[in-house]
């Protein structure tokens, strides 16, 4: 059974930084695309972020460019999101999802992605 844990979320004030994590366990993936995808209220998940196995290709949101970076750690099979500059409207349940069916394709809807976390509340103040 396949277990991905986030953490790292939290309150945090507008302009702050908050940096997530993704522990993926109990399967061993083949080069798997990693990704997040965040959930506001009322609000339907939408793609963040999500960098290849190798890391070479990473793709972001618009909303998030140049605020948001993506990396991963193969030998713990953990992936990252570092959150600068964080906005109110970032405000959301963040989800972490492995992709375990294409290694190079980087997807961005929730169908390209077969494994989910359970979230993890960002708040951002203003």
């Known amino acids: 059974q396949v277990q991905l844990v986030e953490s790292g979320g939290g309150l945090v004030q507008a302009g702050g930084s908050l940096r997530l994590s993704c522990a993926a366990s109990?399967?061993?993936?083949?080069?798997?695309?990693m990704g997040w995808f965040r959930q506001a209220p009322g609000k339907e998940r939408e793609f963040v972020a999500a960098t290849t196995w190798s890391g070479s290709s990473t793709r972001y949101a618009d909303s998030v460019k140049g605020r948001f970076t993506i990396s991963r750690d193969n030998a713990k099979n953990t992936v990252y999101l570092q959150m600068n500059s964080l906005k109110a409207e970032d405000t959301a349940v963040y989800y972490c999802?492995?992709?375990?069916?294409?290694?190079?394709?980087?997807?961005?809807?929730?169908?390209?992605?077969?494994?989910w976390g359970q979230g993890t509340q960002v708040t951002v103040s203003s």
């Open positions: 999802a492995v992709d375990s069916t294409r290694f190079l394709v980087i997807g961005v809807t929730t169908t390209s992605y077969n494994y």
């Open positions: 109990g399967r061993t993936f083949i080069r798997p695309v």
